[in-house]
């Protein structure tokens, strides 16, 4: 499925696999991202498994990785808070 953001990629796998009867996936990913994709798939209903992709573009010890841990969890409380409202 094609989607602008991780909630719109996972609805769209998930109309795809509702209609198989299916719910356990495996999301490869950033390690950074894996905890909100991981979150945002079990808030869909799936069963939901994860596994960092071994060639992240995010290079321990640049400088560039406190960013995109700041950037995944703004983006995880977004996620929550706007699940809550």
Known sequence: TRGRDTWESLRGVDVI???????????????FHLLRSERMARDLGFEAYSSAAPDSPIRPNTGREFGFVVREAVALAAHVVGRLA
């Open 17 to 31: 696999l509702d209609d198989r009867g299916l719910s356990r996936i495996l999301l490869v990913s950033d390690g």
